[in-house]
C-alpha cells in the first residue's frame, strides 16, 4: 500500500513539475481575437485577424502576436483600406500583448477552470498601454489550457495614434461616424509543446 501512495504522489509531482517547465504554444485555427466596430452611430459589425501567434514558459510568461494585415471584416475593400490607412501595416505590422500568468494558472490541475485578472501591455501603432484583462483559464482534459475573455476590453483609438486612421476611413467610405472606442473579445488556446 505504501509503495502504491508513494509512486502515485512521485507520478503528481513529476507532472506539476513538468508542467510547471513545458512551453505553451499557441493554437492558431482555434484561437480567436474579435472586435466591434460601430459605424453612423447605430450599425455594429464583428471582425477579427486571422493570424495569431503566441506562447508562454514555466516562468509565466506570456506573448501574443497579432498580425494586423489579416484583418477580416468580411469586406474586402474594407480590409483593405484598414491594412493601409488604419492600421500602416507597411510600418506597423504585428500588435503585441504581454503579460505575466500568475502560478495558480501554471500548475492549474486537468479539468479545473479559474477567472484570473492581469495587467498586460499592449504595444500597437508604435505604442504602449497596460490594459486590464479579465478571463477565465481552464486546462483541459487534452492537456490544453483555454483562456477566454469573460470582459471586453475596451480599446481607445486615441490611445494608439489611430484617430486619424478612422477619419480617413470614414471619408473614404462616406459615413458619418465610426466609433473610437471598440471592445475586444478572445479566446485562445495553448497544448504543450
Known sequence: MKSVLLTSFLMTC?????????????????SSVNFVSTK????????HF???????????????K???????????????????????????????????LP???L???????ML??????LSLMGKSKTIEVKAQVSRKLDNSIVATSTQPILISAADFDLVNGIEVLQALAGLD??????????NLIFKKQ
Open 103 to 105: 502560478e495558480s494558472v
Open 177 to 186: 461616424s465610426i466609433g473610437l472606442t471598440v471592445p475586444v473579445s478572445f
Open 116 to 121: 484570473v485578472t492581469l495587467p498586460a501591455k
Open 107 to 113: 500548475k492549474q490541475a486537468i479539468g479545473s477552470s
Open 14 to 30: 513529476a507532472f506539476f513539475c513538468h508542467s510547471a517547465e513545458a512551453h505553451w504554444t499557441l493554437v492558431e485555427q482555434e
Open 40 to 47: 453612423n452611430q447605430h450599425i455594429s459589425e464583428v471582425q
Open 66 to 100: 497579432i498580425d494586423l494585415s489579416s484583418i477580416d471584416s468580411g469586406i474586402e475593400i474594407r480590409d483593405t483600406r484598414m491594412r493601409e490607412n488604419l492600421f500602416l501595416v507597411n510600418e506597423f505590422s504585428m500588435a503585441n500583448l504581454t503579460a505575466h
Open 50 to 64: 486571422r493570424k495569431l501567434q503566441g506562447q508562454f514558459a514555466h516562468q509565466g510568461n506570456l506573448q501574443v
